[in-house]
């Protein structure tokens, strides 16, 4: 009889202890659903401070410039916060959130035309890229890493514009020398 009521007490302790772990995993996922809660109003309030896809891809048709006086205009553009063509600006120079050498995507977002009457100084009969200031805070804010300095900034577009340029006139070169092989007929390689 004394072994009866022992699994009596001890199915009541069972059931009790049962009951508190219940109690305690219930809360537990009380506190979930209210951090998930949180979680979504925050994620809610950050994709409204984003631009959305549709604003950026009407005037994703702005890039590149092509036309000199539009610099001015992209230059005052940038000058006033929270513009649609900084957040455009940096989806070009930083596809899928990574950092790209200048030289890569400059010409996507400047046309030849612009790149060949400019270099950073404005030196030797060409306009001084340097005067958009703004366009420059621009650029080097979205290529700001650690360590990057204004120094570096100047370099990389230097760089860029020299790049940009060897790349044109090479074009230039080969569309020629295809032209001239067509007048003459001959093929289209120096190994035939």
């Known amino acids: 009889m004394c072994t009866h009521q022992c699994t009596k007490c ?25 951090n998930q809660n949180e979680i979504l109003a925050r994620l ?6 984003r631009p959305t896809g549709d604003l950026c891809k009407a005037e994703l048709d702005y890039f590149p410039v092509s ?9 005052a553009n940038l000058s006033k916060p929270d513009n649609k063509y900084a957040h455009i600006i940096h989806r070009i120079l930083r596809p899928e959130g990574r950092i790209e ?5 400059f010409s996507k977002m400047f046309n030849y035309d ?18 958009y200031k703004y366009i420059n805070k621009t650029i ?11 120094a570096d900034y100047v370099a990389d577009i230097r760089g860029a514009f ?6 044109y006139h090479k074009r230039n070169h080969d569309l020629r020398r295809r032209i001239r092989r067509t007048q003459k007929c001959e093929p289209d390689s120096d190994w035939d």
């Open 44 to 49: 809610c309030q950050v994709a409204s401070i």
């Open 10 to 34: 001890s199915s009541d302790d069972d059931a009790e202890r049962l009951e508190d772990a219940m109690e305690e995993l219930q809360n537990k996922l009380n506190k979930i659903l209210e």
């Open 67 to 75: 036309d000199p006086d539009e610099l001015s205009n992209l230059d």
């Open 140 to 150: 080097f804010g979205i290529l700001k890493t650690d360590g990057y300095t204004q």
């Open 101 to 105: 050498p200048l030289k890569n995507n």
């Open 114 to 131: 612009i790149l060949m009457g400019y270099n950073y100084d404005g030196v030797s009969t060409k306009q001084s890229f340097k005067q």
């Open 162 to 167: 020299q790049t940009l340029k060897r790349r």
